[in-house]
């Protein structure tokens, strides 16, 4: 079976830290492009970072200080390390696969054909 399945997420206090995991199976993971999305309450589905095949990460301009995105290949699995959480952190948190393959074409909802279930993280001060 072709999934997405995040874990990882919590409640946690602002000025802290967390790592999301994203497990992939059902197909061959160390192909393609795969990213991070967060959407909050009432708001869109806002991109965080992308990271291709070979380990490069990009990342939204307002997500490069505090967002590192990484993933392991032999383990099929891709993580999101988040620090110093802000209130407005708390969203829920999706992996999501590159429709094409391997390299990545921008953080945007229309290029991912793949998701997770999601991961929620809360935030309080």
């Known amino acids: 079976q072709v999934q997405l399945v995040e874990s990882g997420g919590g409640s946690v206090q602002a000025g802290g830290s967390l790592r999301l995991s994203c497990a992939a199976s059902?197909?061959?993971?160390?192909?393609?492009?795969m990213a991070w999305f967060r959407q909050a309450p009432g708001k869109e589905r806002e991109g965080i970072a992308s990271?291709?095949?070979?380990?490069?990460?990009t990342y939204a301009e307002s997500m490069k200080d505090r967002f590192f995105i990484s993933r392991n290949n032999a383990q099929n699995s891709l993580y999101l390390e988040i620090y110093s959480l802000k209130p407005e952190d708390t969203a829920m948190y999706y992996c999501?696969?590159?429709?094409?393959?391997?390299?990545?074409?921008?953080?945007?909802?229309?290029?991912?054909?793949?998701w997770g279930q999601g991961t929620q993280v809360t935030v309080s001060s």
């Open positions: 999501a696969r590159d429709a094409v393959g391997s390299y990545c074409r921008g953080i945007y909802s229309r290029y991912f054909d793949l």
């Open positions: 059902g197909y061959t993971y160390s192909r393609y492009c």
């Open positions: 990271i291709d095949r070979w380990g490069t990460p």
